[in-house]
Nanobody, 122 residues
Framework: QVQLVESGGGLVQPGGSLRLSCAASGSTLDYYAIGWFRQAPGKEREGVSCISGSDGSTYYADSVKGRFTISRDNAKNTVYLQMASLKPEDTAVYYC???????????????WGQGTQVTVSS
């Protein structure tokens, strides 16, 4: 079984940076693809970025491409989402998820964290 815990969220000004962490326990993350998703109030959950467990390939939503970077440190059993040039529209609860294949769709992911709030405001 895999347990996921997100951390690193908070309040940041537009243009600022923030790094989110997804720490796993119960199993090593190197077997899994990891996806980052976000959900703003009143809106559907959307895929932000994901990284493959097989070859390390990364994928990004068009809205964050060039600003966000996903990475993994298998020795620490942790996946990161480095967010830069943050905009107010990035405000949401951010979730990490683990599954067998890297996809921007939420359905195939088996394990989910509790989420961490990111607020971008001046």
């Amino acid at each position: 079984q895999v347990q996921l815990v997100e951390s690193g969220g908070g309040l940041v000004q537009p243009g600022g940076s923030l790094r989110l962490s997804c720490a796993a326990s119960g199993s090593t993350l190197d077997y899994y693809a990891i996806g980052w998703f976000r959900q703003a109030p009143g809106k559907e959950r959307e895929g932000v970025s994901c990284i493959s467990g097989s070859d390390g390939s990364t994928y990004y939503a068009d809205s964050v491409k060039g600003r966000f970077t996903i990475s993994r440190d298998n020795a620490k059993n942790t996946v990161y989402l480095q967010m830069a040039s943050l905009k107010p529209e990035d405000t949401a609860v951010y979730y990490c998820a683990a599954g067998l294949w890297a996809t921007m769709r939420s359905g195939p992911y088996r394990y989910w964290g509790q989420g961490t709030q990111v607020t971008v405001s001046s």
